[in-house]
């Protein structure tokens, strides 16, 4: 699936504003037929936006069920003749949508793209109705899983991943229109020869035969061209794959978003049917003994687990605080960071693309982990993996989160890694019967980059059964914060111990979280828990472990910034492990990052 762009053949379309708005807490508007007028009601909502932190009822901000969402758009006149799409960029956690009284579309997951052809239910120049009934109830049928359970209150959604369970319409949603022939995806691969750059490319059409003729100048084909960063024509191919050679590539890197232009043009005969452009980053990947490589060249991941969280909108997707946020990532000298823990805006990939940011790409599985109980979630009381919890429907459902993010994700040069699922069980027999089929799934879709997930302190070396399957090693770990609280001494020594013990596997070792809560402004003389001089102590002792183990290539700390979870005891306000706050101030452990990772005050 490409994204929605205007090109000499196409134009889009962005719905966002106001939506009518309305909760369906009996479940009673499919039956009803909300789509076929307006919605009940007379609230607004914006799009793209979370809906919880909105307005002040605390019942819809903990809302869990049926959310009906709805639109008119006019259909521009210039569009007669065209293909007419309709594309949601997420709606969480499913949804089904309407044109007017027709069903077009539906979705599972709520953080990847789905769209439907509505080019016979619209007229261009008329109205149509778009409604969108959007259901957040997580189950242990959907990624991430939940339950509901009973209680004296009544019933209630319960989840296992530490982060608020925000819900809607996060990010655009569009109408755009291509010609009915058209160009339907492109896949890129990129390699390095010396000085020399290749670019593999593969694209699909539909409406229309391709030939894979040369002279396509006397049928219908596929016409290449890749233009420098100035608009320079550095190479052409014509047919639906081929490669393209760059001598003097100008590769991507690190800290050096260079991008060249890819046009892909599908011909009827001289005259071009349809145009579509892809950003290209030239690179590989590659892992070798312990060692990441980029481009051939050993690469040390230094940033931070994120999330799309701020105050207000929750996880809708916005271009400001996008910006704002990659300006701090600079300014501490960070040059990574993984989507934790679920897939970004693509807006997001985007962004990391031009400015060289590399990117761990997560799928929403978090939670799957029954023996995460205690302090912070409370007892489970449930098995992880059974006919009756996680099964092997689950595991369809995460085989097609892990194929759709791969879909979407697959071109951009800034992901290098993807990650399949966060801190899930594993070290019993069942996680690895569930696991070592997606390994593979992940493989299929995309065997040009490396494949991981991301371990949690419960399988520590020697037990997990599921690190075999994955090209890195990627580890959470809090000691000194949720093991050996307040003690940084014997932290240190025990960090270090099981350090070496993974190093002994030959794999790549990045550290995906490490943290400790800190409440701003909080400060004690002797670095005590929850202080901001405790905060850079376990930092600086972190790092000390982590310099003295040459298997680690990556540091990336928990977290970014402050974010909103789950109401407990054990969250004050959310989570407060960020080194910024929820509204993006330092706390005392940016400055100090920012030391170790630039060099300088």
Request: include cysteine; proline fraction near 5%.
């Amino acid at each position: 699936m490409l994204r929605p762009q205007d090109t000499a053949t196409r134009e889009r379309k962005r719905l966002d504003g106001l939506w009518r708005f309305a909760l369906d807490p009996d479940g009673a508007g499919r039956a009803a037929g909300w789509h076929t007028g307006p919605l009940p009601g007379t609230s607004l909502m914006p799009v793209p936006a979370s809906f919880n932190d909105l307005v002040t009822d605390a019942a819809v901000r903990e809302y869990f069920g049926d959310i009906w969402y709805q639109t008119l758009v006019r259909v521009p006149r210039g569009w007669a003749g065209q293909r007419v799409v309709l594309n949601l960029e997420s709606a969480t956690h499913r949804a089904v949508v309407w044109v007017n009284e027709t069903p077009v579309v539906e979705h599972e997951g709520g953080y990847t793209p789905f769209e439907a052809d509505v080019t016979g239910l619209v007229t261009p120049g008329e109205e149509v109705r778009v409604t969108v009934v959007v259901n957040n109830t997580l189950s242990f049928r959907s990624i991430p899983p939940g339950a509901i359970e009973e209680t004296s209150s009544g019933p209630k959604q319960r989840y296992w991943h530490d982060f608020f369970n925000y819900a809607g319409l996060h990010r655009s949603v569009w109408l755009y229109g291509t010609p009915r022939n058209h160009v339907s995806d492109i896949a890129v691969v990129t390699g390095l020869e010396g000085t020399t750059g290749t670019v593999r490319y593969t694209v699909e059409t539909a409406g229309q035969a391709v030939s894979d003729d040369s002279d396509v100048s006397t049928g219908a084909g596929v016409a290449v061209v890749l233009r420098d960063a100035d608009g320079a024509e550095v190479a052409h191919g014509t047919g639906p794959t081929g490669t393209l050679t760059v001598p003097e590539v100008h590769r991507w890197a690190p800290g050096d978003g260079y991008l060249y232009d890819l046009e892909v043009r599908l011909l009827d005969g001289a005259a071009t049917a349809d145009s579509y452009h892809l950003k290209v980053g030239v690179r590989t990947v590659e892992v070798r003994g312990t060692e990441f490589l980029v481009n051939g060249e050993p690469f040390s991941f230094k940033g931070f687990g994120m999330h799309e969280d701020h105050a207000v909108i929750g996880k809708g997707h916005s271009d400001a605080h996008l910006v704002h946020d990659f300006e701090l990532l600079r300014w501490i000298g960070a040059n990574s960071f993984r989507t934790s823990h679920y897939p970004y805006s693509e807006d997001v990939l985007e962004h990391a693309d031009r400015l060289g940011v590399v990117v761990i790409d997560e799928t929403a599985a978090v939670g799957l982990n029954m023996g995460l109980g205690g302090g912070i979630f409370g007892g489970q009381g449930y098995t992880t993996f059974s006919p009756e919890t996680a099964n092997e429907a689950t595991r369809e459902v995460h085989a097609q989160a892990i194929r759709e993010l791969v879909a979407r994700d697959k071109n951009h040069p800034s992901v290098v890694l993807w990650s399949i699922a966060n801190e899930p069980e594993s070290e019993t027999e069942a996680a690895e019967e569930y696991f070592r089929p997606l390994f593979d799934v992940a493989r299929q879709a995309d065997p040009t980059r490396p494949v991981g997930f991301v371990n949690v302190m419960l399988a520590p070396h020697g037990t997990c059964r599921v690190s075999q399957f994955g090209d890195v090693l990627m580890l959470n770990r809090y000691y000194g914060w949720y093991v050996n609280t307040g003690d940084l001494a014997a932290a240190e020594h025990d960090f270090k111990a099981e350090l070496d013990a993974w190093s002994g596997d030959g794999k790549p070792i990045i550290i995906t979280e490490y943290g400790a809560d800190t409440y701003p402004g909080l400060h004690s003389l002797v670095p005590e828990p929850w202080s901001e001089e405790y905060q850079v102590a376990y930092l600086d002792m972190s790092h000390r472990v982590f310099d003295s183990v040459d298997a680690v290539v990556g540091e990336h700390v928990w977290n970014f910034a402050d974010f909103a979870t789950t109401s407990g005891i054990m969250r004050v306000g959310g989570n407060k492990k960020g080194v910024f706050t929820r509204d993006r101030q330092p706390k005392a452990a940016a400055h100090a990052l920012r030391r170790r990772w630039r060099g300088g005050p």
